[in-house]
């Protein structure tokens, strides 16, 4: 469903914009053809197995491959000893990276229990997995971290020891006291805030480890081409990054290595991390033989990457008439072994939520700590998840306190259009980051039609009289769209002489749509329609750069780097139909795949294929292409209003999410149905958080539930009622107006339940997942 | 020991060596049946969901030598990218394809389906794809597109 | 894995000779989901039974049979009409998702307990009786006897399970099932039958209770408590009866929830089913 607040201009001026054509990689994808790495197999392929330590901390004192070298198809075997010792970070992030240089290939330090400790190339999975069995190491076992709260007590075991350990930013790290990453930051006087406030709550809350759970799981294929080149196919969102950390971690040149991505089968900024692709490349360096490393199940849920867990401590000040006159955000963050991402994710908890209340006095506090448990890393939502369970909950909390409807109360405090805060300027990304005010904002009206359509009225406040309460809640939220000053995006496009157009980009579609999304807006730009584009990404020998996908930043920088290439290649056009028409440019325009002089009847036209034919083979003969490239100067924030309805089941504690509103301001949606898909799958991810996924460890740190069996995603029977509505805004800076939309989502179901919750059963949610056992607890304790 | 089995595939039947432990999602990957695929070898994603006589089944937990005279669906005897079968041209349609990699099993398990029941409800539809796990969609256009192309379907009978 | 050698037999004969004479290195594989994923290593042999013709429910006059390799979709399709009918059908909808459940077979559901083994509290209810083949011909176990202790223990070599006979009886008036756990299809945290019976005058409450348990069993206990009385009183009986009950029992460890929470899990549910079942008698007599 979408709706335009302002009897739009919006919806209709568009051709392309804002339609949903069927995806370009559609065919391939729903009719299996499509090629994911594991459907590549190139002749001589050999297998990788991983040995993984069964200890969280401990230190490698004897390795003995000879057995597994030994056994028969076994090609290469390589511990610690037999890689560069090259220190990097595998968060795939831009350089000079905001996470600290702490992982090698492999060490001779286990940090978490499944941790690499050596790795085997066979012919056969079975063989290097039998092989893995056979390698005897002898390790010193230390004493773990495994509570973040005692990470940084005095005589915690240092987890990163190594000398090599450091950070390529100026941020605060101190490897020796456990602290991955620090940020704080002090608006206005937090003092005066409490004193002049009404009501003051102050609350603790917890979000736990999460895996992403992409149905393939990590994988990668490398193989030297004839040229010796090492070649890396991979399912990542960061090829370009991918290229560089490798070809740093093996001491190779960047010209020696080309990273091609496929199809991709979901990442969710999981595979925003180079992981694998530096072991793999390692073995295929070994053995001269292509070898693929796929992860099973287990693996991608002990050793690949999962969301930070986060423990809040949130105060905040709110007078009688609902104004908030503080906020003080405290977060202790666990990144686990090693700090991917350890840094930004905690600071984007600050940045992606601070700014969503008017509130002159903010206080901001986070560390971020190394455990021996698996490590942290992107997640879609990008620490903005967490903080936002945490804020969204006091907030409804205040709202209580003073008397208010939630629904009034965030009506009167949000940020709006022309607005700032001094967050912007404050909180970036490993640096400081960059004064701006909102530009778009349909908040206002998400709320407005999130609380129509989940009947907020009718609903709030009637619990029902037998066991099983109802109730509604909802909650605010905000993003970003990419990272101002710091992301990059290029994109060719070249005309061929049917009148289609090549589109290369360096941005990743996986699954996201982008592939589409982006030919789209050259199409609104050439007068074509999007199926007229062979879309090609990403491949680092051919396609421009690009940071990759995250940060919400493909549609809205991406795509004004296409829109950019889009309007030179249209020059380059109507300068060609010009010569061929004798016509000034100023009188042509471009549209229905053909060049005509403007007005009706103005005389001939020439079409795009003539055009194209005309100039490679007729006359002045040249290529029509063009290539731009764009960064942002701006992180405008897509909005979002939340609506949860549940029951609450007060024998067994169960909770039922019975209808769930999604109304988000994504700016123009370029692709409705995509944009719809993104909300609505963001949305049943945040609703599995909410109610059941999280890692359960065992005392000695092990993780043991990496399964689907007990660690339960939503099926289609979870899938509660649920309805997402468009608000089509006009970002002033965005291809088209857009805005991102692909992260706001999962950030609202575990406050707009917790929230429902609330209104069913009268008890607070303050540490998710929300099982049965918890709830029952707290109806207990409510009891007394 | 090997054993030589004869597997009628998408309408074929082919004579295939087997080894005793090998899973069918193995043999059929290796036959060229890509289109089943592997996400967790446990039988709980349905990834690698293929039809054994016409119901869906994970190819991950069946041996390869139970198929033995038996008739599998792939994902490549439905439709080619340029000849869509109606239950994948509603999946486009309906934008039930983000990243495409449970496509093949959530197709496979909707034609299963609307063999058996060509006109299903809501509930029904959410049992059908229950086995097929999708991180992408959040399954709601996935129930859609079963919607539609029951509709389709029947149109066509008609 | 060390698989050598993967048999389809196709007589119960022929199945039983080769689980004998592989010396506990043969195991009998039917759907596959508890063996497929990863085989112990002593097995060298699978026996597969899925070809035996034991696919089958057959419901006559006086009971329903059900071949131990009938998948449980299978089960639900056949949908045994009659309260013992609904009963199983009810235990068997919430097991895995629909590719699983085209593959996991009742036997098998009852023999592995995996987490998913919801049709045993059914049967335990419905006073079941476990067929088994062996050497030396069949031999019927009450399945109260079947779950004492680990099925797959059980089993003398060659021996497997060949059918389930839930006979019929008129005494039945009522049964329900209740499950809970994380998701719509996960592994259940708790899962219980009820089942009420009358004899002339008499009522009999059966109880079974699983998931939270290691094994599936019969709460002896609370059908003690509930014996003689109405339905009408069974309920207000059960709450009095029931923290006893559920004191004694054991619960078994449970990766992803606390063991007292569980324990006062199965009391609610226990609960529930009750009522529910209570509810069909007493909606039954309104008609």
Redo the contacts between chains.
């Keep these: 469903m979408t709706v335009s607040p302002k009897k739009t201009r919006a919806a209709s001026k568009y051709r392309v914009v804002g339609t949903s054509p069927v995806k370009v990689d559609g065919p391939a994808l729903v009719t299996g053809r499509a090629v994911f790495v594991d459907d590549v197999e190139p002749d001589g392929l050999l297998h990788a197995a991983v040995l993984r330590s069964p200890h969280a901390h401990a230190r490698i004192k004897k390795i003995d491959a000879s057995a597994a070298e030994a056994l028969p198809g076994v090609k290469a075997v390589l511990t610690h000893k037999d890689v560069p010792r090259n220190i990097f970070t595998t968060a795939g992030q831009n350089y000079p990276e905001p996470s600290p240089y702490d992982s090698f290939v492999i060490d001779r330090k286990a940090r978490f229990v499944g941790d690499v400790v050596a790795a085997v190339a066979a012919e056969t999975e ?1 063989i290097a997995r039998q092989a893995v069995g056979l390698i005897k190491v002898e390790y010193e076992v230390l004493p773990p971290v495994l509570d973040p709260r005692l990470a940084q007590k005095k005589g915690a075991p240092v987890i990163h020891d190594e000398k090599e350990a450091r950070v390529v930013l100026p941020i605060d790290y101190r490897p020796k006291q456990n602290l991955a990453g620090h940020v704080d930051v002090v608006i206005g006087d937090l003092n005066k805030a409490w004193r002049t406030a009404d009501s003051v709550i102050e609350g603790e809350y917890s979000t736990p480890y999460a895996s992403h759970c992409a149905i393939e799981p990590h994988i990668t294929l490398s193989l030297l081409d004839p040229a010796g080149r090492l070649v890396i196919y991979a399912s990542t969102q960061v090829p370009f990054h991918a290229r560089r950390i490798v070809a740093n971690a093996l001491n190779l040149p960047v010209s020696r290595v080309r990273v091609i991505k496929l199809r991709t089968g979901g990442g969710f900024g999981g595979k925003q991390e180079v992981l694998i692709e530096q072991l793999c490349a390692a073995l295929t360096l070994k053995t001269g033989r292509p070898v693929q490393l796929f992860f099973t199940r287990e693996e991608v849920f002990t050793s690949s990457r999962t969301r930070h867990p986060q423990i809040i401590n949130l105060k905040t000040g709110v007078k009688k008439n609902g104004n908030v006159t503080g906020i003080d955000l405290r977060i202790l963050m666990n990144t686990g072994a090693y700090g991917a991402h350890a840094l930004t994710v905690v600071s984007n908890s600050g940045s992606k939520i601070l700014p969503l209340y008017r509130c002159d006095n903010i206080k901001f506090w986070a560390d971020s700590v190394y455990t021996n448990l698996p490590v942290g890393g992107a997640y879609r939502g990008y620490g903005a998840t967490q903080s936002s369970f945490a804020v969204g909950v006091q907030m409804d909390e205040q709202a209580h306190a003073i008397g208010m409807d939630p629904l009034k109360f965030h009506q009167r405090n949000h940020i709006r259009e022309g607005e700032t805060s001094p967050i912007f300027a404050a909180l970036g990304e490993g640096t400081e980051g960059v004064e701006q005010s909102i530009g778009s904002s349909g908040l206002a009206e998400c709320i407005k039609r999130g609380a129509k359509e989940i009947g907020w009225k009718s609903k709030r406040g009637r619990r029902g009289s037998g066991p099983v309460k109802r109730g509604v809640g909802m909650v605010i939220l905000m993003q970003g769209s990419s990272i101002p000053y710091i992301d990059m995006a290029g994109a060719t496009i070249k005309l061929n002489e049917d009148g289609s157009f090549n589109l290369m980009v360096g941005a990743t579609d996986i699954g996201t749509g982008s592939d589409t999304i982006l030919a789209q807006i050259a199409a609104e730009v050439l007068g074509v329609k999007t199926g007229d584009f062979i879309v090609y990404s990403s491949d680092t020998d051919l396609t421009p750069f690009d940071v990759g996908a995250y940060a919400s930043s493909t549609t809205y920088l991406t795509g004004m780097a296409v829109l950019t290439a889009a309007e030179k290649v249209k020059g380059q056009i109507l300068e060609v139909a010009s010569e061929m028409l004798n016509k000034p440019v100023s009188s042509l325009e471009l549209a229905g795949k053909k060049v005509s002089p403007r007005g009706k009847g103005a005389g001939k036209s020439v079409t795009l294929a003539e055009i194209a034919n005309y100039s490679l083979y007729v006359k002045n003969q040249k290529q029509i292409i063009a290539s731009a490239s764009r960064t942002s100067e701006k992180s405008p924030p897509p909005f979002a209003a939340h609506f949860a309805e549940v029951e609450v089941d007060t ?4 909770i039922k999410v019975v209808k769930y509103v999604a109304a988000v301001d994504c700016g123009q949606p370029i692709n409705t149905q995509q944009a719809e898909g993104q909300t609505e799958g963001a949305v049943v991810n945040g609703i ?1 958080m909410s ?2 996924e999280e890692f ?1 460890f065992s005392s000695t740190g092990k993780l ?2 990496s399964n689907f ?2 660690y ?1 995603i ?2 289609a ?2 899938l509660p009622e649920l309805k997402t509505i468009l608000v089509v805004t006009d970002e002033p800076t965005g291809p088209f107006g857009a805005k991102s939309v692909s992260e706001i989502s999962i950030n609202g179901p575990m406050p707009a339940i917790s929230n429902a919750v609330f209104d069913a059963v009268g008890i607070r949610l303050r540490h998710a997942p929300f ?3 918890k709830v ?2 707290a109806l207990r304790e409510k009891r007394g | ?1 090997n ?1 030589t089995i004869s597997i009628e595939i998408n309408g074929k039947s082919s004579s295939f060596s087997v080894a ?2 090998e ?1 069918l999602l193995d043999l059929l990957r290796r036959s060229g049946y890509r289109g089943a695929k592997v996400g967790c ?4 994603c ?1 990834a690698c ?1 293929v039809l ?1 006589d016409g ?4 190819s ?4 390869a ?2 198929a ?1 005279g038996r008739k599998i669906t792939t994902i490549e005897g439905l439709g080619d990218p340029n000849n869509l079968h109606p239950i994948q041209d509603a999946f486009l349609k309906a934008g039930a394809v983000q990243c495409g990699y449970c496509i093949p ?1 959530a197709v496979l ?1 909707t034609k299963a389906l609307l063999d058996r029941v060509p006109d299903p409800d809501e509930a029904v539809i959410k ?6 796990l999708c991180r992408c969609t959040g399954y709601k256009k996935q129930i859609e597109a079963v919607k539609l192309a029951a509709r389709k379907l029947k149109g066509k009978k008609k | ?6 048999v ?1 037999p196709r007589t119960v004969k022929e199945a039983r000779g080769l689980l004998t004479r592989g010396k506990g290195t043969a195991a009998v ?1 039917a ?3 508890s063996l ?2 990863n ?1 112990p290593s002593r097995i060298k042999t ?1 026996v ?1 039974i ?1 070809a035996l013709g034991l696919d089958y429910v057959r419901v006559s006059k006086s009971a329903i049979r059900i071949g131990a390799a009938c998948t449980v ?1 299978g089960l639900l399709e056949a949908a045994p009409a009659g309260i013992a009918g609904r009963l199983l059908v009810q235990a068997a909808r919430d097991i ?8 996991i077979t009742v036997g098998g559901n009852i023999v592995q307990l995996l ?1 998913w083994a919801d049709l045993p509290v059914a049967l335990l209810v419905l006073d079941a009786k476990i067929k088994i083949a062996g050497a030396r011909g069949a031999r019927l176990v009450r399945a109260e006897e079947f779950f004492r202790s680990p099925p797959l223990r059980q089993l003398r070599r060659g021996e497997f399970v060949t059918e389930i006979v839930v006979g019929k009886t008129g005494a039945l008036k009522a049964a329900a099932f209740e499950k ?1 756990g ?6 259940c ?1 708790a899962d219980c039958a009820v089942a009420l019976l009358r004899r002339g005058n008499s009522w009999e409450a059966r109880a079974a209770l699983s998931g939270a348990t290691a094994l599936p069993a019969r709460l002896g206990a609370l059908e003690k408590a509930l014996k003689g009385l109405t339905p009408a009183r069974m309920p207000a009986a059960a709450a009095a009866a029931l923290p006893g009950v559920i004191k004694s029992l054991k619960i078994r460890p449970d ?4 063991a007292e ?1 569980r324990r ?2 199965a009391g ?2 226990v ?2 089913a009750l009522a529910a079942a209570v509810g069909r008698v007493s909606g039954k007599k309104k008609k």
Excluded: H, Q
């Design positions: 079975k024998r067994t504690g169960r599995g109610l059941f359960r043991l539930n069996g007990f339960k939503p099926s029977r979870d099982t049965p056992e029952l607890r | 020991m054993k005793p432990d899973m070898r446990e039988g709980f349905g969901t054994l119901r869906p089944v994970n991950c937990l069946i041996f030598a139970r033995d099993g398990s049992r059908a794809l229950d086995g097929n | 894995m060390s698989i050598e050698a993967y389809i594989i759907g596959g989901f497929a994923p085989p699978l597969d899925t979709a895995g998702g629909t590719p699983n459940r085209n593959v987490p809970i994380p998701s719509a299809n996960s592994y945290f990766i992803r929830a606390d929470w006062e899990l609610e549910i609960k529930t």
